[in-house]
């Protein structure tokens, strides 16, 4: 993400005079609100003081995941992002519109619209678009109500933080409604998220929908929600691991809100046509869950394709041919990130000794 400037976007907040104490306290209720209470969610008015601290400090650290998803994807899937027309349902300040003119920049063949029930919402995402991207500002429609966009680009339809305030039938009610040929959501990383899209999961199978991210296939069983019917607490998600803009994390510790590392459940589907899915025969894995470290490796869970099969391995990489800077590197890799390996070892009971490289690999 090229790096915002905290100043422009604070002249761009509804209440641009708001001292950041004033913010930090309008976070810890707004923390509450999505996170303790969830009383009166759906019925909530945003007012402007509450819109500007959302903008202030969710904005910025929620657009790093679009980030990071797309990093995930195969350059050809990203080329064909590049060129939607973006419709970005439950927008708020435009998060996700702000946060795809970022990533792709440039010039953007189609038109981007921000759907919010929120006038306060709307006005912010004006704001924001107007401070940052002005040359967009005659392809953006920022609304209320939903509007089937006519034109012939491709459409991608995104949910952030939204489905978390929805129900199943009105999160397909909005998918047939704009009839996308690409679905991004980017929700929060809790297991009730994981399960509402595991139920959904059917429904975009007989849609004719394929998942790009982070399934390498959605009609084998996913292994993880395996576990879920046999009892187990688990649910998939990323963990986004990183740091900010110095004002955002000192926002953030006034308001005691961490996000260097945030979990979220990102998720990217495509309209497939009758084009069946080719699964990729390279060694790839996504890193889903750090289990340990030891003096001489890393022991990793990993989801993966292996005989015909999504599968759970556990995966040691050794420590041993690693320098300092290397080290470090797994240290830092963030869960949900996919990367290329070999098997040097079999460990059993599903355990791999492998080489990896950190190098994205779709
Ligand atoms: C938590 S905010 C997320 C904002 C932004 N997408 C982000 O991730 O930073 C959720 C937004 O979704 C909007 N929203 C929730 N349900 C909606 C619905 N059924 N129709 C339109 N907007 C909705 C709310 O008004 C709110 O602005």
């Given at each position: 993400?090229?790096?915002?400037?905290?100043?422009?976007?604070?002249?761009?907040?509804?209440?641009?005079?708001?001292?950041?104490?004033?913010?930090?306290?309008?976070?810890?209720?707004?923390?509450?609100?999505?996170?303790?209470?969830?009383?009166?969610?759906?019925?909530?008015?945003?007012?402007?003081?509450?819109?500007?601290?959302?903008?202030?400090?969710?904005?910025?650290?929620?657009?790093?995941?679009?980030?990071?998803?797309?990093?995930?994807?195969?350059?050809?899937?990203?080329?064909?992002?590049?060129?939607?027309?973006?419709?970005?349902?439950?927008?708020?300040?435009?998060?996700?519109?702000?946060?795809?003119?970022?990533?792709?920049?440039?010039?953007?063949?189609?038109?981007?619209?921000?759907?919010?029930?929120?006038?306060?919402?709307?006005?912010?995402?004006?704001?924001?678009?107007?401070?940052?991207?002005?040359?967009?500002?005659?392809?953006?429609?920022?609304?209320?109500?939903?509007?089937?966009?006519?034109?012939?680009?491709?459409?991608?339809?995104?949910?952030?933080?939204?489905?978390?305030?929805?129900?199943?039938?009105?999160?397909?009610?909005?998918?047939?409604?704009?009839?996308?040929?690409?679905?991004?959501?980017?929700?929060?990383?809790?297991?009730?998220?994981?399960?509402?899209?595991?139920?959904?999961?059917?429904?975009?199978?007989?849609?004719?929908?394929?998942?790009?991210?982070?399934c390498p296939d959605m009609v084998r069983p996913c292994p993880v929600q395996q576990r879920?019917?046999?009892?187990?607490?688990?649910?998939?998600?990323?963990?986004?691991?990183?740091?900010?803009?110095?004002?955002?994390?000192?926002?953030?510790?006034?308001?005691?809100?961490?996000?260097?590392?945030?979990?979220?459940?990102?998720?990217?589907?495509?309209?497939?046509?009758?084009?069946?899915k080719e699964i990729s025969n390279k060694n790839t894995a996504r890193?889903i869950?750090?289990?340990?470290?030891?003096?001489?490796?890393?022991?990793?869970e990993v989801c993966l394709f292996h005989e015909e099969q999504l599968q759970i391995k556990t995966f040691?990489?050794?420590?041993?041919?690693?320098?300092?800077?290397?080290?470090?590197?797994?240290?830092?890799?963030?869960?949900?990130?996919?990367?290329s390996f070999e098997v040097t070892k079999e460990l059993g009971d599903g355990s791999w000794r492998v080489?990896?490289?950190?190098?994205?690999?779709?």
């Amino acid at each position: 993400m090229k790096d915002l400037s905290y100043q422009k976007l604070k002249n761009s907040f509804l209440r641009p005079e708001l001292q950041d104490r004033k913010l930090a306290y309008l976070l810890e209720d707004i923390k509450n609100l999505y996170t303790i209470s969830r009383a009166g969610l759906e019925s909530k008015v945003w007012t402007e003081e509450e819109v500007s601290a959302y903008t202030a400090f969710y904005l910025p650290t929620n657009a790093r995941k679009f980030d990071f998803v797309l990093d995930q994807l195969d350059p050809s899937v990203r080329e064909e992002l590049s060129k939607c027309e973006v419709i970005d349902f439950g927008t708020g300040p435009g998060t996700y519109l702000y946060a795809f003119l970022n990533y792709f920049g440039g010039d953007h063949c189609g038109h981007l619209w921000g759907i919010d029930k929120e006038r306060n919402m709307l006005l912010q995402a004006e704001n924001i678009i107007n401070a940052f991207f002005p040359q967009y500002i005659s392809k953006l429609h920022l609304q209320k109500e939903r509007e089937v966009p006519q034109s012939t680009c491709d459409r991608l339809l995104i949910f952030g933080n939204s489905c978390n305030e929805m129900n199943l039938s009105q999160i397909k009610e909005v998918i047939n409604f704009y009839q996308p040929d690409f679905l991004l959501f980017l929700e929060p990383g809790v297991p009730t998220v994981f399960d509402l899209l595991m139920e959904l999961r059917p429904w975009l199978i007989e849609n004719d929908f394929d998942c790009d991210y982070p399934c390498p296939d959605m009609v084998r069983p996913c292994p993880v929600q395996q576990r879920v019917l046999a009892g187990k607490e688990d649910w998939c998600h990323q963990v986004w691991r990183g740091t900010h803009e110095p004002e955002i994390e000192r926002l953030g510790q006034m308001a005691k809100l961490d996000r260097k590392s945030m979990a979220f459940i990102g998720h990217i589907y495509r309209k497939s046509g009758s084009k069946p899915k080719e699964i990729s025969n390279k060694n790839t894995a996504r890193f889903i869950r750090y289990l340990h470290e030891t003096k001489h490796s890393f022991l990793w869970e990993v989801c993966l394709f292996h005989e015909e099969q999504l599968q759970i391995k556990t995966f040691e990489i050794p420590k041993k041919s690693m320098n300092k800077s290397a080290t470090k590197d797994f240290k830092r890799v963030c869960v949900g990130q996919n990367f290329s390996f070999e098997v040097t070892k079999e460990l059993g009971d599903g355990s791999w000794r492998v080489a990896v490289s950190l190098e994205p690999s779709p």
